[in-house]
């Protein structure tokens, strides 16, 4: 058994292992040659033969063969003798004050191991720590089986914090309770708001509110009189401008917040159009347009939920 080698000879394909070749009397050629790349190293060959090309200082094939059958014979008594011999075992030993030393500290141990699992088990009620034993054993139990397990002072710090558990709980639900009342009052009072607001500011006071809140946001007053350029009538069919609203809403032409909308929506198209080539306007009225949008939104919404409520 070990490494398989092969013949050394170029026209041999003999394969053997290294103690077979051993056992059997094969030998290993080594030659030394001097290194040409460097005078302090020595290159090494070694050559291995099988038994028909290993040189046996010129015994003729017929000696070499029978050598070579008697050192294979020997080989295998040798390796069946090795396989058939029991292996000697050597047991362990240990002193009996070391088992003595051993004992005490496993006693302690088991001990420590098993008075802590018995308070988990206690800390959560009798409770098993094992999921299979808690789904087999029985759901009822004596009302008194923990009460049993606990001596007169555990009895009464046991019933100590149950009492403290109760108040907590009570309080719990006390605070719940008081917050639906205030998220009740703040809607009722929203509510209460938004009626008195609809009755103290009708439509008209809604609007002009708006319309001064839309004059705010035209930094620049493009929006806040009529355009008086030449030709822009000619251009622009139906002029409108904050100023105009104003008047209409004055003289109640306005029924509801989509009515200035549309007036509104209709001035910034006016200035889109009209300023196609003006950049810095066409800009200007846009960002007014998405401004104004925002406000008559909230509005409208604000306007929807009165409708609701009355």
């Not at 070990?2 to 013949?7: D, P, R, Y």
């Not at 050598?67 to 069946?80: K, L, Q, V």
């Not at 003289?251 to 009209?274: H, P, Q, W």
Request: net charge positive.
């Amino acid at each position: 058994m070990g490494a398989c080698l092969q013949c050394s000879t170029r026209s041999c394909l003999k394969a053997f292992h290294v103690t077979c070749a051993q056992q059997s009397g094969m030998a290993m050629q080594i030659k030394t040659n001097p290194d040409p790349e460097s005078s302090d190293l020595v290159d090494v060959q070694r050559f291995v033969y099988c038994h028909l090309h290993a040189d046996d200082d010129g015994c003729d094939p017929l000696t070499r063969k029978k050598r070579m059958d008697e050192a294979i014979r020997r080989a295998r008594r040798s390796m069946a003798a090795k396989t058939s011999r029991t292996p000697t075992v050597n047991m362990p030993t240990i002193s009996s004050e070391a088992i003595e030393s051993i004992k005490k500290q496993v006693g302690s141990v088991v001990s420590d191991i098993v008075q802590y699992w018995y308070l988990k088990r206690r800390s959560r009620c009798g409770v098993p720590l094992i999921r299979r034993l808690q789904l087999n054993q029985k759901v009822s139990r004596p009302s008194n089986f923990f009460a049993s397990e606990l001596d007169q002072e555990e009895q009464t710090i046991y019933q100590q914090f149950a009492l403290k558990r109760m108040s907590l709980e009570t309080t719990r639900l006390l605070c719940e309770q008081v917050k639906k009342r205030e998220s009740h009052k703040r809607s009722h009072r929203k509510v209460s708001s938004l009626l008195t607001s609809a009755l103290l500011k009708p439509i008209p006071l809604v609007l002009e509110d708006i319309l001064d809140r839309l004059l705010e946001k035209d930094k620049d007053k493009v929006f806040a009189n009529p355009v008086t350029l030449e030709g822009y009538k000619d251009y622009i069919k139906h002029p409108m401008d904050l100023s105009t609203m104003r008047k209409k809403a004055e003289k109640g032409k306005y029924d509801s917040i989509a009515a200035l909308r549309t007036d509104v929506l209709l001035m910034t198209d006016n200035c889109e159009k009209f300023n196609v080539e003006n950049p810095y306007f066409l800009q200007y009225g846009r960002k007014f347009r998405k401004v104004a949008l925002q406000l008559l939104d909230k509005e409208e919404t604000r306007e929807r939920t009165l409708d609701k409520v009355s």
